[in-house]
């Protein structure tokens, strides 16, 4: 495959490049409701609907928890299916993130990560899809609107693949990305359509011993979302992690296939190392605060501190032989959480990197900088600091305080 | 009126297929299974069924095994309504893409639990949307599936494991809310209600709301023996008496206009016919307490209730004279 010469760069926030994916997808139902700052990709998507530019059947429900519900039954009816939220509203639909994936839906959602309420707060963290990382959603975190927009072309032929059959959130952050212009190198329509393709709906043994499409068809009725008691429910969640195991080999494949179209990756499409292979010292984050890291981890370098950092791409399914891979011959790693685990010392990635690393054979020291809760800043000068003290513990074997908060008023 | 096409005969319902199928584990006697197999009876081509979670969901579709004959979806408590407009969604997107050549009807059940309590939002939502389906409340009065609890469907005086008939409080103390005229106040094209005791009435509201173009709502009364506290060969008598009583006059609201029913109209036109409500509670345990001499009182208030009610109606319906 040749890399798609014809692209065309636009200047895009988040939000629109999403708006443009999904556009660009061929997605036949998109059922949303608006949360800030999410809004503008149902803003966006509703002016193409209003043009007649999209044939998508738009479904603006009265809350979220009808959005997803929305898109899972269309989903489940066999069609591709889109929806977006956040914070509050992610929170709304908590319930039927876990039936969506339960009934094997591959529903696909852009998740602008803002804060939980109280107090109320619009601005980036990550609480909001952390809390749902046992959801059985793919999740994937973006460093910026260019990843925003090629991921979700991705997440489609992920989701869909037969064998996963999940759906995937793809996780950008407020306003950093949601609302900040950038130049997005955007493909050809046609491109893109023929990227994602047509919906496959695999055949599936249905009651009556035939074997028929996985969907809500009146010619080979299937019964969906039934009572599971305690002699099936079991295998169909061992399913289900089955199905995980296999997205992790799938968002590979899909990845490096759009990258041979686009020209563009970012790292495997599990994890994304920057300057790691000979490095001392490493941070681990997801999301925005990577492009930051990386252009200290460059002044770091030029004054001969083997600094890295690992970005993870995709947070579930949890890549852990690559975490392993990358870090075991790190000596101290900082992991970067922009959500806290109340009371469960430390943040959800800080739990899973120490996790992945525990069987490693040099096990380094990992520590964990709580930041940037409620759209707080993540300056350069901060990250700073916290490769300063990486090399204090490396230096001297001691790690002090395993668990800060980074950029607080104590 | 019976569409003599719609062969809504009892001979040609007979040899209709059954699509909610027997075998499913309901309990002896129950009202809701009745109310569903009827629905199904009056479909009129490929349809795609959703349920609310509830007593008809548990009981129909423990896996493996599933009585139903189309396509079903069950995704949570408080959202059929939500699914029903996923489903059409998709079915038009479908038809727009020329992936879809013929029409499919779309049929969400839920229970009084599932629709004036829990899933209000998601149908009122789905009604202002204007989803071409038809929702189907079968009203068994109490969140039955987990024993026997207060809805907003329960009426006044019954006792209910969270309204208990104790020694200070008789019971539940607030009325029924009068969901099917919030649903007329949707003006959606076709909102009906219908009781398993009369089936024909019950097929052809059931076709109709098929065939109204548009959100459709049809409010089934379905008594359940278990938390009613009655005999099991008593649903069908009790579903009677509730009409005769005037306690569940069927109506329907066509574009908003409210027509009696001819069961309900025959008591209209002969007020002596209409018995009196102390019959119809009487017949069941969950209204015992009631005719202890200190509640009393508590039957007349049901029945003043009940009267002003069907006062209302006749209004509404040109009988009586509006004020
Ligand atoms: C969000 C949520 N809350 C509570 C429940 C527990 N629950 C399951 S069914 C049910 C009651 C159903 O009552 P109703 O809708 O009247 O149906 P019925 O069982 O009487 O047929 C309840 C409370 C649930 N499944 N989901
Ligand atoms: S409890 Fe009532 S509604 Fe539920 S299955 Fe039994 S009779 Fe039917
Ligand atoms: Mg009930």
């Known amino acids: ?50 043009d007649g530019e999209v044939d998508t059947e738009f479904v603006c429900t009265e809350s979220e928890h009808s959005a997803l519900t929305a898109c899972l039954a269309a989903s489940a009816t066999g069609v591709r299916t889109f929806t977006a939220s956040a914070s509050a509203g992610l929170a709304l639909m908590h319930e039927i993130l876990y039936v969506t994936a339960g009934c094997r839906a591959p529903v696909v959602m852009a998740v602008t990560n803002r804060a939980l309420s109280a107090p109320i707060n619009i601005h980036c963290d990550h609480s909001d899809s952390m809390v749902e990382r046992d959801s059985s959603w793919i999740q994937i975190y973006v460093e910026n609107s260019q990843e925003a927009y090629d991921s979700i072309i991705q997440a489609f032929r992920v989701a869909e693949h037969p064998d996963v059959l999940l759906p995937v959130m793809v996780c950008l952050d407020a306003f950093f990305l949601s609302h900040t212009l950038e130049n997005v190198q955007v493909l050809p329509d046609e491109t893109v ?23 809500l068809d009146p010619a080979n009725p299937l019964t969906i979302g039934p009572l599971d008691l305690y002699d099936y429910y079991f295998e169909h969640k061992r399913q289900q992690e089955e199905a995980m195991q296999m997205a992790a080999s799938t968002i590979v494949q899909v990845h490096d296939e759009y990258g041979q179209l686009s020209g563009r990756r970012y790292g495997n499409g599990l994890v994304d190392a920057y300057r790691l292979e000979d490095a001392d010292i490493a941070t681990v984050c997801v999301g925005s605060t990577a492009g930051t890291t990386k252009s200290v981890v460059d002044t770091l370098r030029a004054k001969g501190v083997k600094a890295g950092l690992l970005r993870l791409r995709t947070f579930r399914p949890l890549p852990i032989a690559e975490i392993r891979n990358s ?5 101290a790693v900082a992991v ?74 104590e | 009126m019976v569409n003599p096409a719609w062969k809504f005969t009892a001979a040609e319902i007979a040899e209709k297929p059954e699509l909610f199928t027997s075998g499913h584990r309901a309990c002896a006697g129950c009202g809701p299974a009745i109310a569903l197999r009827l629905v199904m009876k009056a479909t009129r081509g490929p349809t795609i069924a ?17 009585a139903w004959k189309v396509p079903w979806i069950h995704t949570a408590f408080e959202n059929a309504a939500a699914n029903a407009s996923g489903i059409e969604a998709a079915l038009n997107a479908m038809r727009r893409k020329g992936k879809l050549q013929t029409h499919v009807d779309v049929i969400a059940f839920a229970g009084d639990g599932g629709t004036f309590d829990i899933g209000l939002q998601a149908l009122s939502g789905a009604a202002e949307r204007g989803h071409d389906f038809l929702y189907v409340l079968y009203d068994n009065e109490a969140y039955m599936n987990t024993g026997i609890q207060r809805s907003g469907g329960t009426p006044y005086g019954a006792s209910t494991t969270t309204s208990p008939a104790g020694d200070l409080i008789p019971g539940k103390t607030q009325f029924k809310k009068p969901i099917a005229d919030i649903m007329v106040a949707h003006d959606i094209p076709y909102v009906a209600t219908a009781s398993i005791a009369y089936w024909q009435d019950l097929l052809i509201k059931a076709r109709k709301g098929l065939e109204a173009e548009g959100p459709a709502f049809l409010h089934v009364f379905a008594p359940c023996p278990r938390g009613w506290r009655y005999d099991t060969s008593k649903t069908v008598e009790l579903a009677r008496l509730a009409v005769e009583t005037c306690t569940f006059p069927l109506w329907e609201a066509v574009d908003s206009e409210y027509i009696l029913s001819p069961q309900s109209k025959i008591i209209a036109l002969k007020p002596e016919t209409k018995k009196p409500v102390r019959e119809y509670l009487k017949m069941q345990r969950r209204f015992s307490h009631l005719f202890k001499p200190r ?26 004279p509006r004020e």
């Not at chain 1, 990227?195 to 599936?204: D, K, N, Q, Y």
């Open chain 1, 193 to 215: 359509q023929k990227f994602v393709g047509e919906r496959s709906i695999p055949l599936v043994t249905g009651h009556e011993g035939k074997n028929v499409p996985f969907k």
């Open chain 1, 327 to 331: 870090l075991e011959t790190v000596e």
């Open chain 2, 50 to 66: 959703t349920n609310a979670t509830g007593c008809m969901e548990v009981v129909s579709t423990i896996y493996p095994y599933t």
């Open chain 1, 336 to 409: 970067m959480d922009r959500s806290n685990s109340f009371g469960g010392n430390g943040g959800p990635i800080y739990h899973e990197i120490r996790h992945a690393l525990f069987d490693a054979q040099a096990r380094p020291h990992v520590v964990n900088y709580i930041y940037g809760l409620g759209g707080r800043d993540m300056p350069q000068s901060i990250i700073r600091n916290i490769y300063t003290d990486l090399q204090e513990i490396r230096e001297t074997g001691q790690v002090n305080s395993y668990v800060q908060f980074a950029g607080v008023r």
């Open chain 1, 1 to 50: 495959m040749e890399i798609t010469q014809e692209q065309k760069a636009f200047a895009l926030n988040g939000d629109e490049a999403i708006a443009l994916a999904i556009k660009q997808s061929d997605v036949d139902v998109v059922a949303a409701y608006p949360i800030t700052p999410q809004t503008i990709i149902v803003e966006k998507f509703s002016e193409y609907v209003a």
């Open chain 2, 295 to 320: 509640y009393g009182h508590m039957i007349d208030d049901v029945q003043r209730s009940i009267d002003k009610r069907w006062n209302k109606l006749l209004k509404k319906c040109n009988i009586l």
